[in-house]
């Protein structure tokens, strides 16, 4: 599915949730809406068969509890809001919270994670104000609610400094409330003003990871059987994510439509396969999250600065751009040792139209979403290219939706012409390696399993390839981290390439 739908999808699911908000009050979504947590297991040990212990130990007496060693804690469950005492119909009451109306929901999606990926991990309670946010300590932070989220400046600026330091956010309208959704919109617009919240495309590893989920059981009044996950980038990794639909209740095998009529949630079938899913995320990008908040070794600079040597410019477009900030480096550290250019060990980030392109000959282009390039965005490449200038564009991800806007916006940029595959025999594979064979990612060999050599496509002007795309990952190979189900070339390869590509543009 391409960006112009998902935008529509998005744009009609919040007219909805318009609608829904003004006929209701947000306390219509402060229910409980979930069993308790399971009471921690105690595991009694008999003293048969203890072997004896090096003194000062003391053996186990024969009834004595046994603590097993605690598994890592994955998820942080946010405390949040107000409490109060809920009334049932026959008169009991119970005491429930804002962050905690499905109480359960995390014990028992990780219970199954256990089960069914092996994954033992654990979560905890959190409170903001005295949480230290270092994501090595806790990798997830979980925010789940029915009535407004509200959180003061200086929590949200901890959220900010925990997300960009790799921690991931997972925010959770437990029953579909309009409410605790908007809260969570303008939460990220303050904590993130330069990263709007995207929805996450169907071809996207986090509906892929564990399970494909690509259809799924939701309300009739939802009006659409997509997954319908919100994401907020940081790199190419999705540091938050946004479900307005209720996720938590399907966890804990649990449906809320008998207290909350109007309740919008995924089934619990779905709602585990996408929770599932999310765990493996967190799990398998942690490293990957932690590599992206170190300092670039050689740093970003803006603007573009005059020099005879190489630079490597990056283009800063209104898509998700900065998609592997290591990556550069290690490429720039390969031409140095692997070739006769002189680089500049610094990445230049240039806007087009706004900054001078004078003197530059090579422009990287990367992204993992959609994209579209403005007029004079598209004049200032247009420029570019006819002064000999070289760029190539980079499918971080190889995801359909940037794939798609590349193929779009470049026939604005050179009207009547497309991208074609570069010929094997062509001399770019052979500028500084002879590449004839390529390896990738198991995700490409999942879906191509024949497919063993570079798959490049290029668009010609005036008897020069001027325009070079790579539709599978190069730059997450050149970071060399682990992209769980990412579509790319191997670290090798696509470093390989990366060098072949560079001194091409540099000497045509």
């Not at 105690?42 to 097993?68: M, Y």
């Not at 405390?79 to 429930?96: C, H, L, N, P, S």
Request: with cysteine.
């Amino acid at each position: 599915m391409n960006g112009k739908p998902l935008r529509i999808l998005a744009a009609l699911a919040l007219l909805a949730y318009a609608a829904q908000a003004r006929a209701l009050d947000e306390n219509d979504y402060f229910k409980p809406l979930g069993r308790p947590p399971e009471a921690k297991q105690k595991r009694i040990k008999g003293g048969e068969g203890v072997p004896p212990l090096p003194l000062p130990a003391t053996p186990l007496r024969r009834s004595e509890r046994k603590r097993e060693p605690a598994p890592p804690t994955l998820i942080g469950k946010v405390v949040w809001g107000a409490e109060a005492d809920f009334v049932e119909e026959d008169g009991t009451k119970q005491r429930i919270a804002d962050w905690n109306l499905a109480p359960a929901d995390c014990q028992q999606l990780l219970k199954k994670a256990g089960h069914h990926l092996k994954l033992r991990y654990r979560e905890e309670t959190v409170n903001l104000n005295t949480f230290s946010g270092d994501p090595a300590e806790m990798p997830v932070l979980f925010f789940s609610g029915g009535r407004t989220l509200r959180l003061p400046e200086e929590q949200i600026a901890l959220l900010r400094k925990y997300v960009l330091g790799g921690g991931m956010l997972w925010m959770d309208s437990v029953a579909g409330s309009p409410f605790f959704y908007q809260g969570c919109v303008d939460i990220l617009k303050q904590a993130f003003p330069e990263e709007p919240l995207r929805p996450i495309p169907m071809d996207h590893p986090l509906y892929h990871m564990i399970a494909d989920v690509e259809q799924v059981n939701l309300p009739q009044a939802v009006g659409s059987n997509l997954p319908q996950l919100e994401g907020l980038y940081v790199g190419c990794r999705v540091g938050v994510v946004v479900s307005k639909f209720g996720l938590g209740c399907g966890w804990d095998d649990f449906t809320p439509e008998d207290r909350i009529k109007q309740a919008l949630f995924y089934d619990v079938r779905d709602a585990n396969l996408l929770g599932l899913n999310l765990v493996s995320y967190a799990v398998g990008y942690h490293a990957l999250g932690l590599s992206h908040a170190r300092p670039e070794l050689f740093g970003l600079a803006e603007g573009k600065t005059q020099t005879d040597e190489f630079v490597f410019a990056q283009v800063r477009h209104h898509g998700v751009w900065n998609t592997d900030p290591g990556g550069p480096g290690n490429l720039l550290r390969t031409l140095a040792t692997e070739t006769q250019l002189k680089v500049v060990f610094r990445r230049q980030a240039v806007k087009l139209g706004e900054d001078s392109l004078e003197g530059t000959q090579f422009l990287y282009m990367s992204g993992c979403h959609d994209l579209t390039l403005s007029e004079g965005e598209v004049r200032a490449l247009q420029a570019f290219l006819h002064r000999g200038g070289t760029l190539l564009i980079d499918n971080a991800q190889g995801l359909q939706t940037f794939d798609q806007a590349v193929r779009r916006e470049l026939k604005k940029v050179v009207p009547g012409a497309g991208l074609q595959p570069i010929d094997a025999g062509h001399e770019i594979f052979s500028t500084r390696y002879r590449i004839q064979k390529a390896s990738y990612t198991p995700a490409v060999q999942r879906l191509q399993p024949k497919l063993d050599t570079p798959a490049l496509e290029g668009l010609q002007l005036d008897g020069d390839l001027r325009i070079l795309y790579s539709p599978y990952d190069l730059g997450g190979g050149w970071q060399g981290d682990e992209h769980p189900q990412a579509k790319g070339y191997s670290r090798l390869d696509a470093l390989r390439l990366g060098v072949n590509l560079v001194v091409y543009a540099m000497t045509h």
